[in-house]
């Protein structure tokens, strides 16, 4: 009995897997594309794709595309059906031809890319959440050679801590604390680059004598009590991100946006207060849903609750007499994760996207 049940769990996960993984078009899907300036493999999936993270299914290896990661705008994708009836992408007739050698590109063109890399590659590179604890324990800024702050690159920065010599900082301040709206637990500090400088002498702790780094960048006034961090020290991003539907427990909420915008779109960076914690994983691709406006019965029919009366409002304290729908606005792709909230991209939405929007997986529409 057990030998069965324990069967029966796994082809049951075996199947929700599969599922997952299956490729389902969009009912306008074209019959044919020709590739733009532009364009990603993301885009072009989405167009053909109600599952656009699944692309890689739709790109499969054939004699057509060989690499799907060397297409050129102009050329011409065409839908076509394999032989178990799975859709997959073949080439037309491109205008830029293949040779024994090398593919001919006309000036300025180069192959499209899977992601817009280079939207996420400052976040990556430079952007931290760190806790106040986090923060006490990084070496400050004590001083600089000049004898006061400055917004202006080359000089030397005096720092209470011993520096491996030759390497690259990155020089920060606090920013605002991050709050998450649901629990209103504090989750840590967004951290800013004010920057950047190299290490000329390592220190010595032992014998207080500061390390000496050089400024070779500033983005804004560098200030005593400034801190540091190594600039690569696990900030490398990846030259192309394995994509999946989060875990279907996923649930949280938009909770900033890194522009600064109440409203965002397309390829804006935003935080959602789920991370490490919460099984979130770099390329987990999420949903961005919202619930639709409650209605409230009335002696005059049924009314939006926001332009109800008060008494209508103050009688139902769920705001609305119904359970209304949540519908699907965007996608976005986590990039970075923290332990408590994690950076995504958005990849696609049908409106704009607002803080406090809910984020589940994919799974769940």
């Known amino acids: 009995m057990l030998i069965r049940s324990l069967l029966l769990i796994v082809s049951l996960s075996f199947s929700v897997l599969i599922a997952a993984d299956e490729l389902t078009l969009n009912k306008n899907a074209p019959k044919s594309y020709f590739v733009k300036k532009g364009d990603t493999l993301w885009d072009i999936s989405a167009i053909f794709l109600k599952q656009p993270w699944l692309w890689p299914k739709l790109w499969r290896l054939n004699p057509d595309i060989n690499n799907p990661h060397l297409i050129y705008p102009g050329d011409e994708l065409r839908l076509v059906f394999d032989e178990q009836g799975q859709p997959m992408l073949v080439r037309g007739k491109p205008e830029l031809k293949w040779s024994p050698r090398a593919r001919v590109q006309l000036k300025d063109q180069s192959a499209i890319s899977s992601l817009s890399l280079d939207v996420i590659a400052p976040y990556i590179k430079y952007s931290r959440i760190l806790s106040e604890d986090d923060i006490a324990k990084l070496p400050y800024i004590l001083g600089s050679d000049e004898g006061y702050n ?22 920060y301040q606090k920013e605002k604390p991050i709050y998450d709206p649901e629990t209103q637990e504090l989750l840590g500090y ?3 680059v004010v920057g950047t400088g190299k290490v000329l002498r390592s220190g010595d702790s032992d014998n207080n004598v500061p390390a000496t780094l050089y400024v070779d960048g500033v983005k804004q006034e560098i200030r005593s009590g400034d801190f540091i961090m190594p600039v690569n020290e696990n900030q490398q991003y990846p030259s192309f991100f394995t994509l999946k539907p989060a875990t279907k427990s996923l649930r949280g909420l938009i909770i900033n946006s890194m522009s600064g915008l109440s409203e965002f779109g397309k390829l804006e960076v935003v935080m959602i207060n789920r991370g490490a914690e919460h099984a979130v994983e770099q390329g987990d691709i999420v949903s961005v849903k919202r619930i639709s406006p409650g209605v409230v019965e009335t002696s005059n029919g049924p009314t939006y609750t926001k332009g109800a009366s008060r008494w209508n409002r103050m009688a139902n304290v769920d705001n609305s007499d119904y359970k209304m729908p949540e519908e699907v606005v965007g996608e976005m792709m986590v990039f970075k994760v923290y332990q408590q909230v994690s950076l995504a991209l958005v990849m696609r939405s049908s409106k704009p996207l607002r803080l406090q929007d809910i984020i589940t997986s994919p799974m769940e529409n």
Request: net charge negative; glycine share 24%.
């Open 150 to 171: 400055s917004s202006i690159d080359g000089f030397n920065l005096y720092v209470n801590g011993e520096l491996e010599l030759g390497k690259g900082y990155g020089i």
């Open 190 to 192: 967004n951290i800013g």
